[in-house]
């Protein structure tokens, strides 16, 4: 055989553990996670979702015990999304600004019960609405400036109740600085906002749907607020806007089918960065890997580092415990 004479082999970097992870450019840490649960009326319940094999919706009792499993393994926040009765349902979500709705009663709870775990409260009302979207209608239409208005009232709902981080998914025009000005004016200067700045309409929500009961409601689609899946510029316009107007972090939604979005927001604006691996990518790690198609472990960190790679300061995912444990040793 002969021998070829080459310069570069970049192979011996890789020909043994330790060279392996001494050459690494990025790793997944506890620190990098954010862990979405789901919230249900009730006591002492740990209801399945059947579309998201795994992830159980949670009583506040529950949910209580499960954030404090989360904090004493080092994430550092959780984000709440609650699957409202349906008779609590109406066309203006005026569930949202009741103080002991299903957001403000866990809220209050963790917060007393795990102090050191950071609360981020999204705010929209397509939990709250009986049409399922993230605003108020006027005919078939989803009225921007009226729904600005009921969301400033959501965020300080939910500031109030305790949230340190107020979380706007809801994609209307100006939502950002309005809600700054709100929580500023009754003295909530110190609240962080995390604006899902480029979030796309997309398929991959369905599970999620389901884990709120949204599909089940929603008239339609959210084409008229969600970004087309065809943008990228207009990612960059929509997370210039939610900084101007005082967003203290950024996100990308959905994550893994976006992550060319993640890089270029980290690249052009340099500021904290979030993707969200929503229900839909979770759900189909779980499916092939459930089908021993794949083998779900080594995907789910895989796809974890990917966010890191492409920029993404931290995630949001329905794995967080368990890559928390796989991380930390524990079982
Ligand atoms: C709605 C909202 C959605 C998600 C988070 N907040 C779905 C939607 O826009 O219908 C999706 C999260 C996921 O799929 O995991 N305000």
Same mark, same amino acid.
């Given at each position: 055989?002969?021998?070829?004479?080459?310069?570069?082999? #970049?192979?011996?970097?890789?020909?043994?553990?330790?060279?392996?992870?001494?050459?690494?450019?990025?790793?997944?840490?506890?620190?990098?996670?954010?862990?979405?649960?789901?919230?249900?009326?009730?006591?002492?319940?740990?209801?399945?979702?059947?579309?998201?094999?795994?992830?159980?919706?949670?009583? /506040?009792?529950? !949910?209580?015990?499960?954030?404090?499993?989360?904090?004493?393994?080092?994430?550092?926040?959780?984000?709440?999304?609650?699957?409202?009765?349906? @008779?609590?349902?109406?066309?203006?979500?005026?569930? !949202?600004? %009741?103080?002991?709705?299903?957001?403000?009663?866990?809220?209050?709870?963790?917060?007393?019960?795990?102090?050191?775990?950071?609360?981020?409260?999204?705010?929209?009302?397509?939990?709250?609405?009986?049409?399922?979207?993230?605003?108020?209608?006027?005919?078939?239409?989803?009225?921007?400036?009226?729904?600005?208005?009921?969301?400033?009232?959501?965020?300080?709902?939910?500031?109030?109740?305790?949230?340190?981080?107020?979380?706007?998914?809801?994609?209307?025009?100006?939502?950002?600085?309005?809600?700054?000005?709100?929580?500023?004016?009754?003295?909530?200067?110190?609240?962080?906002?995390?604006?899902? @700045?480029?979030?796309? +309409? @997309?398929?991959?929500?369905?599970?999620?749907?389901?884990?709120?009961?949204? %599909?089940?409601?929603?008239?339609?689609?959210?084409?008229?607020?969600?970004?087309?899946?065809?943008?990228?510029?207009?990612?960059?316009?929509?997370?210039?806007?939610?900084?101007?107007?005082? +967003?203290?972090?950024?996100?990308?939604? #959905?994550?893994?089918?976006?992550?060319?979005?993640?890089?270029?927001?980290?690249?052009?604006?340099?500021?904290?960065?979030?993707?969200?691996?929503?229900?839909?990518?979770?759900?189909?790690?779980?499916? !092939?890997?459930?089908?021993?198609?794949?083998?779900?472990?080594?995907?789910?960190?895989?796809?974890?580092?990917?966010?890191?790679? !492409?920029?993404?300061?931290? /995630?949001?995912?329905?794995?967080?415990?368990?890559?928390?444990?796989?991380?930390?040793?524990? @079982?």
């Amino acid at each position: 055989m002969t021998k070829m004479n080459l310069i570069h082999r #970049p192979r011996r970097n890789r020909k043994i553990e330790w060279a392996r992870n001494l050459v690494r450019e990025n790793e997944v840490s506890v620190n990098d996670l954010i862990w979405p649960i789901f919230l249900i009326e009730g006591t002492g319940i740990r209801q399945p979702v059947p579309s998201m094999p795994g992830v159980e919706r949670y009583t /506040v009792d529950e !949910a209580v015990k499960a954030v404090a499993e989360a904090a004493s393994l080092g994430i550092p926040a959780i984000a709440l999304f609650p699957n409202t009765d349906p @008779s609590a349902r109406d066309s203006e979500g005026s569930e !949202a600004q %009741n103080p002991d709705n299903l957001v403000c009663r866990p809220c209050r709870a963790i917060k007393a019960a795990v102090p050191n775990i950071g609360l981020i409260t999204d705010v929209a009302l397509d939990p709250y609405t009986s049409h399922g979207h993230d605003g108020v209608m006027d005919g078939h239409e989803i009225v921007n400036d009226r729904t600005v208005a009921l969301l400033v009232q959501q965020a300080l709902n939910q500031a109030r109740a305790g949230a340190d981080v107020i979380a706007p998914s809801d994609m209307m025009d100006g939502r950002i600085g309005a809600i700054r000005a709100g929580l500023d004016e009754e003295g909530f200067e110190s609240v962080q906002i995390m604006a899902y @700045s480029a979030k796309y +309409a @997309s398929a991959f929500y369905g599970p999620f749907r389901d884990a709120i009961g949204t %599909n089940a409601t929603l008239i339609g689609d959210k084409r008229t607020y969600q970004m087309d899946p065809g943008n990228t510029d207009e990612a960059l316009r929509e997370v210039g806007h939610d900084i101007d107007e005082g +967003a203290d972090m950024v996100m990308v939604k #959905p994550g893994m089918p976006y992550l060319d979005i993640v890089r270029r927001v980290k690249d052009t604006f340099a500021m904290p960065t979030y993707a969200y691996q929503v229900s839909g990518e979770y759900a189909m790690i779980m499916a !092939a890997a459930n089908n021993g198609w794949i083998d779900g472990e080594k995907a789910m960190m895989e796809s974890l580092l990917a966010f890191k790679r !492409a920029g993404a300061n931290g /995630v949001l995912t329905y794995f967080a415990v368990r890559v928390a444990k796989k991380l930390r040793g524990v @079982s």
